[in-house]
DNA sequence: GTTAGCACTCGAAAGTGTAGAGTGCTAACA
DNA sequence: TGTTAGCACTCTACACTTTCGAGTGCTAAC
């Protein structure tokens, strides 16, 4: 549906005022925050077109009026102009991001960082995620007689290490056979490969010497679940802390910690369009319907990897949000590629 | 002080009851939840006697009493019952514990988790740190041709890994040199004694070829100087979120946020005896004020190593948190300390 | 030293009144 | 026909008052 542009000019006031404030919209105070040139009553009647349409509510007889989700989306869709992120910010957060150690987890916890404080939002993000990445190295580390720690590479950058204790002392001979085995049967293998019935049927052919290499056979399946599976970063909660009248804030961070459901929400959007935003009850969890939810998905190496997202209440900035989140994702996406190019 | 027995009995009802309600307890309600056989008024004489020297407080003239910090800190030294934990849950703790990977953050993260669960509180673990701990091992994997990760394993179980970016190819060359130079250089100091200038005049003594190391070499140091650094881990923060009239929760979870106050006074503490329970204004944080902070360390191989602490408001169940964190930090430093084990 | 009784205090909750922002409707106007 | 001024109406926020009850301190008697 389309508005006439003066219903269009007011749907923007109310849904820019109403951000900018949390106040809701009189005919009057609009007037005062527009350019337009007509009198209140004229705003009123518009007003009340746009109630009858559903683009606006009250939240009483008597008050302002106050965006709907479909107001909201509308405005998204049709009215709001991406405010472009100046290069200097540019600048400020890619040496910011820069400064982190170069693996995906810390990539994302320091752009993740730099969002929260941008945006004023939680941040949630995903570790880089390829379904067709591969064990690319595997590193036995001895610490004790008896202790290893165990560190495997993916071919996407993921690193995951692990510390393995043995029942016997670690000679060289076992490491040697581990090697072995290791270079033999999991080097190049996906992680979902490393099945245990896979890690059984090993330990039987290796015979008599399966028994001291088991542990680490056992250790290294437990690698390879931690890598193949995505895990969520949380950041920037208290943020949500900071909004009055934006529902049960625990309930919503309680949510976010259970991380479960929206791991499996953004790996299921992973080859959609981005930036993704989904306003109030758009999206499916009963915990998020007063909440907004912005995501966008990075590229390493030019393959979808994981996700970057942003959760507050519907009335937040959108179009200054969109372009930072958008701005972040292509960066930690380049960044993350520059490690991993040959 | 010592006060009388009744007086002992009437104080450690308030304190109870108030903990567990959340109420200030009249002299009415505290003979109802008291085996005590006297009449209320006796109460009230015994009550304003307590409240004339300290010990309980008034919210307001004509409401119950609520103990003051000096009565939480008397009953916490002389009257509180110690809960001993159920060897049963004791088993439920360790075996969530060793479900972690081994890595001393690992440990922690999972050790923070459940202490958050069973108290209620945030929780507050800084990773061990030993002043006389060692670089024991840094290994270099190369990933791209010009990259590489580096990882730093240091005798007090520290895992660090890097991903650095060389100027050149990652020849066998440089490889070996690197391993020449830190194993003569670095294997077996301390992480401290790894400075920029030290750093600076190795590069000079290798002349021509420091151009193609140097890279490697600051990776190097960074490494050493993330070893080094203890880290302050923060979980439960929503737990706070429960407890209605204690202070500003989202000043109290961005001070917690910004972690170095905490993790300084943490460490000026490490030789401490412990559990340590500071209640009220006993400790420094002006944002903290409200809040009790009790700390416990654990020791890795006999020496104190890192901390762990709840933080929750004044009125938190000292007689059960307090057995839980010792058997946290317990557990904890025998699961790093087995890790470690030669 | 303990207790019953009583007057007193004060906060929480419920009720009342008012100001002000905002509305919808109507009739007049360009 | 679209715009506007005017007006009666609605409803919240806030301040103020009243009431209720839990709790107190004090006193006199046991």
Redesign the pocket.
Known sequence: MKLSE?KEQILASIVEYYIATG????????LEHSPL????????????EL?ALGFIE????????VPSQLGYRYYVDNLMNSYELPVQEKRLIESRILSASGEPQQILEQAGQVLSEITNCAVVSTTPCDEHAVIRRVELVPIGTRTAMMIMLSSSGILKSKVCKLDCELSMDIIEMFYNVVSKNFIGKSAEEVSVAMIQTLALSLGSKSLSVSPLLITLSDLAQMTEQTQLLLQGQSNLLNYTDYGNAYEIMEFLRRSDPLTSFFSSKKNENSPRILIGKENQFRELQDSSVIFSNYSVSGKESGTLGLIGPTRIDYARLIPSLKYLTEIVGSIMSDTLEE
Chains 1, 2 share one sequence.
């Open positions: 003066r106040e809701p919209v009189g005919s009057k105070t609009l040139s007509v009198s209140s009553a004229t705003v009123r009647n518009e007003m009340a109630s009250q939240p009483h007889t008597s008050s302002g009026r």
